[in-house]
């Protein structure tokens, strides 16, 4: 399994804006040392809480962010720190599908200026007509009439717009789309059509995903592989089935009982979280969840737990093996 | 249930949605947005007249007539005559060429210069410091003072009242633009850009710029207004259009010694110079409701 996208040690600290006096006031962690990779036609699913880092980790990805430390390798070779052709060359082959449909398109801009955009950049397409069919083509590909071309944004649906969106996405045929919570926004019903397309559109291209969501059932529904993410940091990697029947991490687990099962006769055991996630201004030492994790001793408080191999393509970052059911905490070292 | 038992009422419901009235758009404009009809309107009126006042029954603006001097308001000098013998009405009408074009003047170049310098100084961070305290400081001097100051330094005419009225007025769009960038760019659709391979000066030409120009346009109308009362307060005191330019502030400033005695030597110019400025104002009020949907839409 050759890697298309590999991640290594990417880390971004946000230094907010010094004070009065040019003392800078703090550091958002961001990101801490996120390493991770991805294979070609794979979808890898982030998932975490709000402000656990993950939009960062995308807009890192496509180079919106510049890392504070790591590397971004495509087929091995380093890509973060470059400047024009080589990173256009870069943009042409990863695209970004962003989270709110509403804002992501000009709305100045009829929908054919906008898909015309990355292919004259790209220079895939330049004359009129050519443009034209190119830009059908792309519409019919996302389930969109091809007359929609000479329609401005505002005259689609949510769901409709963000259709649009993953063509302007697939216009210059990328090897990877990071999708940034991209069906958040949208109805289920909706929701469940846009993830069925990128299915789709992934079965027919062989496109590689990066799948950005705080929705465990959606992702459930399309992954191939999940990391779970907590303040910055990845605490648990593992296959989709690993991942969702064979949790090894107290966050991961508390995440996945939280999802809700449309069936009102099944009595789950809700591992319940107490308190709120720790302000990424000044996270907590160690391993970054002990402060709400039920089973936090001594060590978590004082060391940082690394990603460890628990099964073939399942990794963990926690210093205990703890049975499902929580009552036998047995020290992984 | 078989259709026939449902009740009469039924059939009323077309009524609830009655037929669109089909308006004349300039009737449906007037309805949706009546500042921009009565703003407009009353502007183009002005304009006309500005524009065709050699054809509205003036006489020269600066023929001087002794023996005529000082004449109230008659049928044959509609708003009087002047210490000279000037016709006032002439003087007026002309004078409202020299207003309006330095209203639409100044607006034109304080919003090419806001925009240029709000642009850089919103997309490029290392300028935008530099570029801002450099605002901060022509806009901690008074428009009118700094305009004083700039005329001091250069002859009389109406380019450079123009020019200084313009360095006086530009700080306050160009902080305005500032704003609008700043917030523009973390859009998303400014990062989808990026990401579609847009450079960028092309992302600010093709997808900031264009969503500026509603505020921009709303500003620059007050920008105009601002900058016809300037032009007649520079004049009013001396410092601005000279003598031979008959503005409607030369006009006043004229009329200034024997205004307690003949008050329509001040009343004309002031009534049009007023009406001018109200009209461009409520002619804003109403571009800004128009480009901005949010701002209180009654009925």
Known sequence: MSALLDLRGLTKHFPLSPDLFGRPKATVHALDDVSLSLARGETLSIVGESGCGKSTLGKAIVQLQVPTAGDILLEGARVNGQRGAALKAFRKRVQMVFQDPYSSLNPRLTVFDSLAEPLRNFGIAHARAELERQIGDLLQQVGLPRDAAHRYPHEFSGGQRQRIAIARALAPRPDLIVCDEAVSALDVSVKAQVVNLLGDIQKATGLSLVFISHDLAIVEHLTHRVAVMYLGRVVELAERRALFGDARHPYTRALISAVPVPDPKVRKTRTMLKGDVPSPLRPPSGCRFHTRCPFATETCRAVTPALRPVAEGHKVACHFDISPDGTQVRDAA | ?299
């Open chain 2, 1 to 299: 249930m078989a259709a026939s038992s449902l009740p009469p009422q039924v059939s009323a419901a077309p009524d609830l949605f009655p037929p669109v009235k089909r308006r004349h758009p300039w009737v449906a404009l007037a309805r949706r947005h009546p500042s921009i009809v009565i703003g407009g309107g009353l502007l183009l009126v002005i304009v006309v007249m500005a524009v065709a006042a050699q054809w509205l029954g003036t006489v020269d603006p600066n023929a001087i007539a002794p023996a005529k001097r000082n004449r109230a308001p008659s049928a044959e000098f509609w708003f009087g005559t002047d210490a000279l013998g000037r016709d006032l009405y002439s003087r007026v009408l002309y004078g409202a060429q020299v207003s309006l074009m330095v209203g639409v003047a100044v607006a034109v170049c304080a919003t090419i210069l806001g925009l240029a310098t709000g642009l850089v100084a919103g997309a490029v961070r290392a300028l935008d410091a530099p570029i801002m305290r450099i605002m901060d400081g022509l806009m901690s001097i008074p428009p009118i003072l700094l305009a004083v100051a700039l005329m001091a330094l250069m002859r009389g005419s109406v380019l450079n009242v123009i020019l200084a009225i313009s360095i006086a007025e530009f700080p306050r769009m160009s902080r305005l633009v500032r704003g609008l960038v700043l917030s523009i760019r973390e859009q998303p659709y400014v990062d989808g850009a990026i990401v579609a391979g847009t450079a960028l000066p092309m992302v600010i030409w093709r997808h900031i710029l264009p969503n500026t120009l509603g505020p921009v346009i709303v500003q620059s109308t007050y920008i105009c207004s601002a900058a016809m009362i300037t032009e007649a307060a520079l004049s009013f005191i001396g410092a601005g259009t000279p003598p031979s330019v008959p503005s409607w502030g030369t006009v006043m400033s004229e009329g200034r010694a024997l205004w307690q005695i003949k008050p329509h030597m001040i009343f004309f110019p002031a009534v049009f110079l007023s009406l001018t400025v109200l009209a461009v104002n409520i002619l804003g009020d109403g571009l800004r409701d128009a480009f901005d949907p949010r701002a209180g839409k009654r009925g």
